[in-house]
């Protein structure tokens, strides 16, 4: 089955730690993204990356950081540097040249 | 600023009755515009899409929706709902080629039996 794996599905973390989400997809798709997702807020986007080997800081990139070292798999950090990082994580990913993205399961991240 | 909105953020239907959702964004151009679909702790699904031609798009699950230039809305339509058409419902819009999604608040569509 094709799709786009986010794991764990919940995390925990103590303030004061870095916590990575892991993201990865099957879809042989280009571009991949992050999104926050807090009550009535909508999604934002965190970074995005359109390419293995690059990416973009999106509208709420502080206290983030990402890598894209292969075509399947955007990895998450959330650093100490993140202020309020207890929030509903979701990947996606989406041909290059087209808008339409899907979606991953998400990722709840408390800060205890 | 380039925003999407989404005036309602709770709307409750009763099984059976019709829906509309409302959207409506602030670009001068056409945009494309979508609908996903999110259920409780889960991602979100693509309910429909409008990139051009036919202003009325049929989606998934009995849902359409209709671009209107004027009103610059894309409201979200269904005939008959579901109890499992409980969800929240977002509108994005891409008002531009750079491929980047604006999202509207959502609107949380509560269903009565």
């Known amino acids: 089955d094709g799709g786009i794996t986010q794991s764990p599905k919940y995390l925990f973390r103590k303030e004061g730690q870095n916590v990575t989400l892991s993201c990865e997809q099957n879809l042989n798709h280009d571009a991949m993204y992050w999104y926050r997702q807090d009550p009535g807020q909508g999604l934002r986007l965190i970074y995005y990356s359109q390419i293995v080997n690059d990416f973009q800081k999106g509208d709420i990139a502080e206290g983030y950081s990402v890598s894209r070292e292969k075509k399947e798999s955007f990895p998450l950090t959330v650093t100490s540097a993140q202020k309020n990082p207890t929030a509903f994580y979701l990947c996606?990913?989406?041909?290059?040249?087209?808008?339409?993205?899907?979606f991953g399961p998400g990722t709840r991240l408390t800060v205890l | 600023a380039q925003s999407v909105t989404q005036p309602d953020i709770h709307i409750t239907v009763s099984e059976g009755a019709s829906l509309e959702l409302r959207c409506n964004y602030s670009?001068?151009?056409?945009?494309?515009l979508f609908w996903y679909v999110q259920s409780p702790g889960q991602g979100l699904q693509l309910l429909l899409k409008?990139?051009?031609?036919d202003t009325l798009v049929q989606g998934i699950k009995g849902f359409e929706a209709e671009f209107k230039r004027s009103q610059s809305s894309f409201n979200l339509r269904k005939p008959s709902v579901h109890w499992s058409d409980a969800a929240e419902y977002f509108c994005?819009?891409?008002?531009?080629?750079?491929?980047?999604?604006?999202w509207g608040a959502g609107t949380k569509l509560i269903i009565k039996p």
């Open positions: 994005a819009v891409v008002p531009d080629s750079n491929y980047q999604l604006i």
């Open positions: 409008y990139f051009s031609g």
């Open positions: 996606a990913s989406s041909m290059p040249g087209t808008d339409t993205q899907y």
């Open positions: 670009y001068g151009a056409t945009p494309y």
